[in-house]
Each structure stands twice: as structure tokens, then as C-alpha cells.
């Protein structure tokens, strides 16, 4: 942007902010902008540009004011170290990772729920922070500026969002929230945004996008800082060997506050007129989408999940539910039900009554937009809407009765949108995959392999019944459970998978800090009685990893767990390759869980494992082993003649 624009975007936010008290808050916080000697400090505009003799072509650098800054954020000061009255201190930039710190930039110490920034406020101004915000006094900070606040979280929404220019409000957000479904449904969205020609960005689990361009957390675009030595090759490895360098990650599904403003500013500054992201509820109960304008919120469905940060799901929902009561404009704001869902009232009643709701559905006739017709199959999903700007006919790639449902939220965007039905049809279908979201590998196989996310509960049954719809023969499923995450979900997930697969491999998943047996026992705790208990006269628990046994016990093991085709293997690269070893025509293996991640968290390390890369390498090597005369039907596996 050229400096008339960034005096443009920061006086026309700055009188917004003077002329609504609304802006952002409902009630600005006692003490904010009521102390009259804190305006003596302010006597300049906000932005400064670069020297007046800088090149036409020279880039230059734009700062904001730190005490424009705080009067634009409508945040007044408890104290302030370091600097002069009338003194003129202009930030380049904000963070609050000390590591990310670049010259001239305001360091704000913020208290995340494992680290607290006030311990690397020194590493900061080291590493060249001029302006440090805090909460609490901090020490041996002499050579910056350090402005005490009574909450740096709430002064991070407010300042980030000032700083940047409320980049949310220059273009069309579309937040979506709901245990299942939210990744697919953005993309969907994603769609018919751009069907509609806007350039439209993505905020989720997969990546953050700006049209085609990844952005990093800095809202940059993203460039790798060291090579990946695994780029080239087909598969990992067993164990912790194949290291995760140079590739692409992100951390949150929802960014925090910071992030989140320098993301929508970056797809602002690629000429990005439209934000589809996923809004999870952590990030809802912490508040980082406080200072995002929402012009559309999408429920799509709540079971159970994160119990493990919200401990209720009263307290689950109701996280969630602040996405919705943040619509209170009739003339732009629309709220997106799915009305199928047994919550849905909840949500529709937590939206200002003068809101528009649009509901959808497949099984509630009353909903705006309804599936009449769907036609299900291993190749692609048919569906037929109705809806109040007209019928809409799909023919989508993406398979599954819950792909029918993410179809449906996001028809429902584009009619809240003002999207015709056919604009609606062709953003749909033009949507071939999403990463990791039923995803199907196929290296000529006679069988389906469907790689998917589902991690949940619900996200496994409602995976496993699609398959099942679709005309699976025989499923084979593949899954785990992520460590430090909720244990409550385990042995329900494990009694899914056991009711509804043919053969079941436990795995890994994510084990992070927590031991691998113990996860893996929770889950087997979901099995029914006569299957933990098969076998009561052996006297080692046969429901393990055969190598943790002696070895004159391991083939034991193994055919007792052939006997009701259920197996733990520890090790996903075996268990993933066991199991398609193992699948016959028309059968259809479903590796559960990881999606679209390409790494696995383990002991505090993080390592290159990505399921489709497994799937692809298993596929094009077991038919050769097969083709040797091994069999492969059980385990361990052997010579056929022997």
C-alpha cells in the first residue's frame, strides 16, 4: 500500500472508533480515555512515513505512533516507563513471540496458557523491540519503552486491530463453528465465494491461504527456511527417523488475536476480498475472534470433543454460542443453522432476533435449504436442494452422506450471501478434494482407501457409516487417539470402531507426552467383554503389540487376535500396511484420525509420518509381495505353502 492508503485506512478507523462507542466492546472498560493529561502526550498523526528524500522506488517504511496507537485502541495506560512528555515513539510492527521480534516492533507480554511473554520481555527488546506492553512490572528493562496496562490480552485485540487497519471489515468473513465438518464446509465456501469472483482466503486446520498462496502465521507469504530431507522420498520410516524440516505447518486452527489481524491484512495486501475460516472453540473461549467482524456464522454440528479444556459440554456449547450473539447487524450480519442438529435451537436463539437465520438440513423438511434428492456412491455424491433463491443441482467428487451435509452449509452461506442457485452449484462442484477429508487413494486397487480426520466420536461413526453406505464390502479400519487430549472419548471411539468395522487396528495417533500402551488400552476399554476376555486361559493380555511379549509368545499373540480380527500395532507405518495387506476386492480400508497432518507428535519430538504417503507406498508394494506367494489374509504373515 502507498502511504495515502495507510492514512486513509488508520484515520478512517481512528474516526470510527471516536464515533461509535460500540466499536469492538459493548462498554469500553472503566479508565479507558478518561484521564485528560493522557492526551498530552498525543499532538501528532498516527502514521509516520519513511524521510521525505527516500527514492520513488525505495520501499518504504510505515510506523504507527505508540501514543496514537493506545488512543486508537481506546487504551489508557496504567504507567509508562521510558518515555518523555511530548516525545514521539513510532513501532513498526507488533508480536508476542520474543522470537519473531524484528527492529522497531512493540513487544506485548501475553499470558498464553503455558508460557507467559513477561519472562522474554528482555529477549525482546535484545532482539530489537522498542515498545514493551505489560501487565505486571517487569525488570532490567531500561533501554525501550515499557507501557503498563491493566490486561495486554484485551489491549492485544484492541491494538492489533487498530494497527492493522480492522482489515475484517474491508472484506466478507464467513466463521465457521462446530465439532464436524468445519474444514470441508470452509473450502466449500470457499467455492462459492470465489465463483461469486472474489479472491478468497482461508483460516483452518489445513492451512492458511490467500487465494493459492500459503501465508505463515505473520500473515507472509509462506517460504521454507531449510530444505526438507525427506522431500523426495516415497515413505517414512518405522520409529522416530524421518525428521519434519522445511514443510509447511501451522499451529492452530484459529490463530490467536494477533495473528489473526496480520493474517486478514496479509490476504488485504494480495488483493483478498473475502476470509472463510474455521472458528474453533478454543479460540472462541480465549477470545482471539473478538476483534474479527463476522458478516456470516455457520453452525455445523456439536458432539462431544475438547472436553479435556472445557470440562462440560454445556461449557463446549456455550463457547461456541459467542460466534452468533457477535451478529447485531440486520443489513449485513446472516447466521447459518444446521437444523438436523439436535443444538440447533440453541444457536438459533442466541442470534438478535432481527438477524436472518438461514437453517439446512438432509433429515428436517423445515429447513430454508433441504437435500430432496441425494444419490450416494464410491465414485461421487448427487444431490438435489431446495432452497429460497431456487433449486440446486450438485454433482460433487466429494463423497459420503456427511460431505451432503457440509454441501448443504455451504449452499446455505451462498443463499445468505445473495448467490444465485446456479453460481451456488458450480462453487460446489468445482471443490474436487480437501486434504484428508474422506479422502480416496487410488493406485489401482480393487478396494477403497480413504484417508480421513475424524477424530471424534461422531466424526468416526458418521466416517465409518458412509463407508458402509457407499457399498464397502468389508471395512478395515485404521485408528488412535491423540495423547494430552480428552481420555473420556477413547473408549467410546474404540466401541465404534469395533460395532462397526469388520477388522479393527488400534494405533497411534499423536501420543505427545503421554505413554502409547496406556492410550491404546483406554481404547481397547470400549471393546465389548467377550472380546477384551476371548481368551481367559492365556495368561498374557493378548489385546498388544506383540513386541512388547517374548518372543516365544509373539505368534500366540498374533493368531488369537486373528481369531476376532482385532489387532493393536503400535507402530501406524505397520498397522497402515497390515491392513491394506490384508483387503480384498471391494473392500474398503479407512485409516482414521490424522488427515491431512503430514508429521506424528511423539515424546516432545515431532517427525515426518503422513498417511497418504503410507497408503501410496503400501498399495505399490503388496501386490509384488503377494504375487511372491505370501500371505498376507493374517498375522504374522507367511509363506502361503507353509
Not at 498530552?40 to 522506488?57: L, Q, R, T, Y
Not at 517504511?61 to 521510558?82: C, H, N, W
Not at 520474543?98 to 507480554?109: A, E, H, N, P, T
Not at 440446486?392 to 449452499?411: D, E, F, K, Q, T
Request: one cysteine or more; charged letters at 25%.
Amino acid at each position: 500500500k502507498k502511504e495515502d492508503d495507510f492514512e486513509s485506512l488508520f484515520g478512517e478507523a481512528t474516526e470510527i472508533m471516536k464515533e461509535d462507542d460500540g466499536f469492538l466492546f459493548d462498554h469500553p472498560p472503566p479508565g479507558f480515555l478518561e484521564d485528560e493529561s493522557f492526551d498530552e502526550f498525543v499532538e501528532k498523526p498516527a502514521v509516520a512515513a519513511a524521510s521525505e528524500d527516500a527514492g520513488e522506488e525505495e520501499e518504504q517504511v510505515f510506523q504507527y505512533d505508540i501514543m496514537e496507537l493506545l488512543q486508537a485502541s481506546q487504551i489508557r495506560p496504567k504507567t509508562i516507563q521510558g518515555l518523555a512528555k511530548g516525545e514521539r515513539i513510532a513501532v513498526a510492527g507488533m508480536a508476542q513471540d520474543s522470537r519473531k521480534v524484528q527492529d522497531g516492533d512493540l513487544f506485548i507480554c501475553y499470558k498464553g496458557m503455558n508460557e507467559d511473554g513477561h519472562a522474554y520481555a528482555r529477549d525482546a527488546v535484545d532482539n530489537g523491540a522498542l515498545v514493551v506492553l505489560v501487565s505486571e512490572p517487569v525488570l532490567d528493562i531500561e533501554d525501550a519503552v515499557v507501557i503498563e496496562v491493566e490486561d495486554t490480552h484485551e489491549a492485544v485485540i484492541r491494538m492489533s486491530k487498530a494497527f492493522y487497519g480492522d482489515p475484517s471489515a474491508q472484506m466478507t468473513v464467513v466463521g465457521i463453528t462446530g465439532t464436524n465438518g468445519k474444514t470441508t464446509t470452509s473450502y466449500l465456501v470457499r467455492g462459492i465465494l470465489d465463483e461469486l469472483d472474489h479472491k478468497t482466503g482461508v483460516i483452518g486446520t489445513i492451512a492458511y491461504l490467500a487465494g493459492d498462496d500459503k501465508l505463515n502465521a505473520e500473515g507472509e507469504i509462506w517460504e521454507a527456511e531449510e530444505e526438507d530431507p525427506c522431500k523426495f522420498r516415497p515413505c517414512s520410516a518405522p520409529g522416530k527417523l524421518a525428521p519434519y524440516k522445511g514443510r509447511y505447518s501451522i499451529n492452530n486452527t484459529t490463530p490467536d488475536a494477533l495473528q489473526l489481524q496480520q493474517l486478514q491484512f496479509g490476504m488485504l495486501q494480495v488483493d483478498s476480498t473475502a476470509c472463510s475460516m474455521e472458528v474453533s472453540s478454543h479460540a472462541l473461549a480465549l477470545g482471539r475472534t473478538d476483534g474479527v467482524d463476522f458478516d456470516v456464522a455457520v453452525f455445523t454440528n456439536l458432539t462431544q470433543d475438547h472436553l479435556d479444556f472445557h470440562g462440560t459440554m454445556e461449557e463446549y456449547r456455550e463457547a461456541k454460542l459467542k460466534l452468533f450473539r457477535g451478529l447485531h447487524d440486520p443489513a449485513r450480519h446472516r447466521a447459518v443453522v444446521n437444523l438436523d442438529d439436535p443444538s440447533a435451537h440453541f444457536f438459533i436463539d442466541a442470534v438478535d432476533p432481527q438477524i436472518p437465520v438461514i437453517t439446512y438440513g438432509m433429515e428436517n423438511e423445515d429447513a430454508d435449504v433441504f437435500a430432496d434428492n441425494v444419490e450416494l456412491s464410491l465414485f461421487e455424491t448427487a444431490v438435489g436442494m431446495q432452497s429460497p433463491v431456487g433449486d440446486i443441482g450438485v454433482v460433487s467428487p466429494l463423497l459420503g452422506r456427511p460431505n451432503v451435509s457440509n454441501m448443504l452449509a455451504a449452499a446455505a452461506v451462498g443463499v445468505a450471501v445473495g448467490a444465485n442457485p446456479d453460481d451456488i452449484g458450480v462453487g460446489l462442484e468445482q471443490v474436487e478434494a480437501v486434504p484428508g477429508r474422506f479422502e480416496m487413494i487410488d493406485e489401482g486397487q480393487p478396494f477403497a482407501v480413504i484417508v480421513d480426520y475424524a477424530h471424534t466420536p461422531d466424526a468416526l461413526e458418521r466416517l465409518l457409516k458412509a463407508v458402509r453406505e457407499i457399498g464397502a464390502r468389508r471395512i478395515i479400519t485404521v485408528f488412535g487417539c491423540g495423547g494430552d487430549r480428552d481420555r473420556t472419548k477413547r473408549p467410546i471411539m474404540g466401541k465404534i470402531a469395533h460395532e462397526l468395522s469388520d477388522i479393527v487396528f488400534v494405533t497411534m495417533d499423536n501420543p505427545r507426552t503421554e505413554d502409547l500402551e496406556q492410550i491404546i488400552q483406554d481404547i481397547l476399554e470400549g471393546f465389548p467383554e467377550e472380546i477384551r476376555n476371548a481368551h481367559p486361559d492365556v495368561r498374557f493380555n493378548y489385546l498388544q503389540d506383540m513386541w512388547h511379549l517374548p518372543r516365544h509368545e509373539m505368534e500366540q499373540c498374533m493368531n488369537l487376535q486373528n481369531k476376532v480380527r482385532r489387532y493393536v500395532c503400535e507402530e501406524r507405518f505397520f498397522a497402515i500396511r497390515c491392513a491394506i495387506a490384508m483387503a480384498d476386492e471391494g473392500d474398503a480400508v479407512v485409516i482414521a484420525g490424522k488427515g491431512h497432518e503430514d508429521y506424528v507428535e511423539w515424546n516432545g519430538g515431532k517427525y515426518w509420518f503422513e498417511d497418504q504417503a503410507e497408503c501410496r507406498d503400501a498399495l505399490q508394494k503388496v501386490s509384488a509381495v503377494q504375487e511372491s506367494g505370501i500371505d498376507t489374509r493374517n498375522l504374522p504373515w507367511k509363506n502361503a505353502d507353509a
